[in-house]
């Protein structure tokens, strides 16, 4: 028996219905090309991402892992004269479910709350699976982090003070990359903001069985993505937490994370569990689950509602954090 999902907000719902053209619930591996291709790079290679005059912006490629090619990096300083000892840094992570976007995609959201925060950011881009699979894109992202924390002070920022930010697949490679960071004794992050992360190659929750279909990430499009990452590895008993970090064991000494998702999304239940295996270690996180949210309902329908609530959210928890 199929299970019944859980519906979507309605004003969301409207949204997502006007919305119905752009794209599906399912990626399959034949529309990956297709998918990295049209309007919606074009887009994101018109976004003023001095956000009028507010950032200078630098484009270095820094050195990457071992034997791997340089990382590209998006480096926005704020402008105005810095203030106390360090500005804050948002160290952004693109989504795109390991196989699309750059650096880019969803920095200009990045860029708004660091412009309330007089806070630098930097946005990483990594390769892409499948042809580039783990531990390449975390190898990337981890390289620009250690990069990032040593030449924080050179872009008048605090390297205690850098805050891990990233969406969906974005949202998993800044998990998996504090994981990381705690493991092998690299620089801490102030937090880390997860937004809709994904975390689990396993694919077979109760939220990604009821969505199936629906909403604009679904269990065909997470197959495809993971498949893309891990091969004939997903789903089998091996996996990395730095791939996927629902596998890790031990989720104690992490850095504070925010957390949300919708409640009718592929990711949900993947996203509850890790908050509360957090808290069951002895570490600290705030949850929220969006009602009637689908993946990325705040990019469909940044005006309704529960996108302007989600968005009140995560600059209320930066902004205590940041107070610390």
């Known amino acids: ?34 998918a990295r291709q049209g309007a919606a790079v074009e887009l994101l290679d018109a976004l003023d991402l001095t956000v ?12 990457g892992p071992e034997g791997a090619p340089g990382v590209p990096l998006l480096v926005c300083r704020p402008t105005a004269p810095a203030t106390g000892t360090g500005r ?3 160290y952004h992570v693109h989504g795109g479910g390991m196989v699309l976007g750059n650096r880019r995609l969803g920095v200009n959201t990045a860029l708004d709350w660091a412009k309330g ?16 699979p783990h531990p390449a894109p975390v ?37 998996a990359l504090a994981l990381l960071l705690r493991d092998s004794g690299g620089p801490r992050p102030l937090g880390q903001m997860l937004m809709s992360p994904m975390l689990d190659d396993r694919n077979d929750t109760p939220s990604a069985r009821q ?12 197959e495809t993505a993971w498949t893309a990452l891990l091969g004939d590895r997903r789903g089998g008993p091996d996996v990395s937490p730095y791939a996927a970090p629902a596998r890790a064991q031990d989720l104690s000494g992490l850095p504070p994370a925010f957390l949300d998702v919708g409640s009718a999304e592929t990711f949900r239940d993947e996203v509850v569990s890790y908050a509360s295996r957090i ?14 949210g689908f993946h990325g309902f705040d990019g469909i329908a940044p005006r309704a509602a529960l996108s302007q609530t989600a968005q009140a959210a995560r600059m209320d928890w930066l902004r205590r954090l940041l107070a610390h």
């Open 52 to 63: 009028d005059g507010a950032f200078e912006v630098t484009e270095p490629t820094v050195p």
């Open 139 to 175: 190898d990337d992202v981890h390289a620009g982090l250690l990069w990032t924390a040593e030449h924080a002070r050179e872009l008048g920022c605090d390297p205690r003070r850098i805050v891990l930010v990233g969406g969906s697949a974005g949202g998993g490679l800044a998990a």
């Open 88 to 90: 804050p840094l948002l």
């Open 279 to 292: 808290w069951r270690a002895g570490g600290v996180a705030e949850l929220h689950v969006w009602p009637g």
């Open 211 to 222: 969505m199936a279909g629906a909403g604009l990430w679904d269990r065909t499009a997470n």
């Open 117 to 132: 925060f007089q806070a630098a950011v930097v946005s990483v881009e990594y390769r892409l699976a499948p042809e580039h």
């Open 1 to 34: 028996m199929t299970p019944v999902p859980p519906p979507f907000d309605p004003e969301l719902a409207a949204a997502l219905e006007e919305a119905g053209g752009l794209m599906g619930p399912g990626l399959a591996p034949e529309d990956i090309a297709a």
